[in-house]
């Protein structure tokens, strides 16, 4: 089946010890986005790719970086994670830009010890 | 500014009919998005809404008001494993703007 998969499910670091989140999709989807939710929240978008160009949101710190090597994987690294940046990170994939449904990943639950 | 409201939490009982409801104002508009979330899962499809109107899917409809900046979902049947968060997303100027969730709980 088509799918966009997230690995780990769970991860577990350390304060300030860089961490790596990994997507892939079989969907041949173009657009990757990576979104970050907390308890209770609406899901924050981090960033995306159209392909293979790259969109930061103005207001996501520049401790989170992101990699598209190919069309199927897409990376979320977290430089020097802190406490806050413990949450649910949510991959997704859409076929274009243009109000398309967004496919989800079962998320990757960070914890910040 | 972009903004999306729905209520916090809602309760209702097994076997009836719920309507949630979600407000928004933004600065564009290319279609409504209802998305559902199980605690600790990924939001997963629901419904879409780019013309005014009800659409209907089996237990589910999403209703959307162009010119009130209004929707609501309606769950009809009402069923246990329907509780679950329910967030509202518009899409605007190339982005999905969403809604922090509406929380279900079903009472048997």
């Known amino acids: 089946d088509a799918m966009v998969i997230q690995n780990p499910r769970y991860q577990v670091t350390q304060f300030g010890k860089p961490v790596t989140l990994s997507c892939s999709q079989t969907l041949n989807h173009n657009v990757m986005y990576w979104y970050q939710q907390k308890s209770s929240q609406a899901p924050k978008l981090l960033f995306h790719?159209?392909?293979?160009?790259?969109?930061n949101e103005a207001d996501t710190p520049d401790n989170f970086q992101s990699r598209r090597p190919n069309t199927s994987f897409c990376f979320l690294d977290i430089r020097s994670p802190g406490l806050g940046d413990a949450a649910m990170y949510l991959c997704a994939t859409s076929r274009e830009a243009r109000n398309n449904e967004q496919f989800f990943g079962p998320g990757t639950r960070l914890t910040v010890l | 500014g972009q903004n999306i409201d729905q209520p916090t939490e809602m309760t209702a009982t097994e076997g009836a009919i719920v309507q949630i409801n979600c407000t928004y104002q933004?600065?564009?508009?290319?279609?409504l998005f209802w998305y559902q979330q199980h605690a600790g899962e990924a939001p997963t499809f629901l419904s879409y809404?780019?013309l005014d109107g009800l659409e209907e899917k089996g237990r589910f409809s999403s209703f959307l008001s162009r010119s009130k900046g209004y929707s609501y979902l309606l769950l009809k049947e009402l069923q246990m494993k329907d509780s679950a968060s329910y967030l509202c997303?518009?899409?605007?100027?190339?982005?999905?703007?969403w809604g922090a969730g509406t929380k279900l709980i079903i009472k048997p």
């Open positions: 790719y159209y392909d293979k160009d790259f969109n």
């Open positions: 997303a518009v899409f605007s100027n190339y982005q999905l703007i």
């Open positions: 809404n780019v």
């Open positions: 933004t600065s564009g508009f290319n279609g």
